[in-house]
């Protein structure tokens, strides 16, 4: 079928002012349902739930990593760990690295909103002067020992025999897959949502100093023995 001139002019005008009005028509893609590039999406609670909540969890959710929203945990600190730890994440661990560059999915200013948006969940009331600092070097195995055996038989009294058969932060698995910081980071924040109070309820009526955080940590490195066969990765603290 042939159309004159005159008539193909006259089907584009009718058909320019007749699309537009397929809005409607089902099938067709509303705005909301865009698709969103990943290195695009800004919005702090889908950044973290995406990301985060799986080994972190939220909101009281028990997951195997501890609570990014700890009090305890946000009074101490560093926003520039947070950071670093987000963008490179803790070599020989399993918390992945998150930037490009170090071959994670999130740009750098996506990382800066999650690093704000957890910064702004430390209660306004945190005072950290009182606290024991986020990191400091081991300190003498010897003496730790006996401050975990205490620890560990407070903790059982509160939470139960059953929670530490396998020897909590001493268990062999767990000791081969995390770092330093990760036990002082464990020890000092506890894993309340599990029942086990920070460094300063864990044993009632005597908080741990900071010497006998850093004398656990260091009895704890010397229980590492690599019997699993993975690489012993020095970790930057
Ligand atoms: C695959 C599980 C996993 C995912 C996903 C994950 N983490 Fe982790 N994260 C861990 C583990 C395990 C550790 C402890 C690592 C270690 O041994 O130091 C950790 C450690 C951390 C620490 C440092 C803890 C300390 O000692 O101060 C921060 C901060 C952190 N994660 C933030 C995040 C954020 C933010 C996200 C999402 C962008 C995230 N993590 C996603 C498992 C995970």
């Given at each position: ?80 760990k947070?950071r670093a730890v ?152």
């Open positions: 079928m042939r159309f004159s001139p005159g008539l193909s002019a006259s089907l584009a005008v009718l058909l320019s002012v007749l699309l537009p009005a397929c809005e409607w028509m089902p099938g067709r893609p509303r705005k909301a349902d865009e698709v969103v590039a990943p290195t695009a999406v800004m919005d702090f609670s889908k950044l973290f739930t995406q990301n985060c909540v799986g080994c972190h969890g939220a909101g009281g959710n028990i997951s195997g990593s501890f609570a990014l929203d700890d009090p305890t945990y946000l009074a101490v600190v560093p926003e520039e947070l987000i963008t490179g994440g803790v070599p020989g661990s399993l918390m992945p690295p998150f930037s490009i560059a170090h071959g994670g999915m999130l740009t750098d200013d996506q990382i800066t909103v999650l690093v704000q948006g957890i910064s702004a969940w430390k209660p306004p009331a945190a005072n950290s002067s009182a606290l024991p600092p986020y990191s400091a070097p081991p300190g003498q195995a010897a003496a730790g020992a006996q401050v975990y055996e205490t620890y560990l038989a407070s903790l059982r009294k509160m939470a139960g025999d059953a929670m530490f058969a396998d020897g909590f932060l001493a268990n062999r698995a767990f000791l081969g897959l995390t770092s330093d910081q990760y036990l002082r980071t464990l020890i000092l924040i506890g894993r309340p949502e599990l029942g086990i109070p920070n460094f300063e309820r864990a044993i009632p009526g005597q908080p741990l100093s900071n010497e006998q955080i850093a004398d656990m940590v260091a009895w704890l490195i010397s229980q590492r023995k690599n019997e699993f066969g993975q690489p012993l990765v020095p970790v930057p603290q």
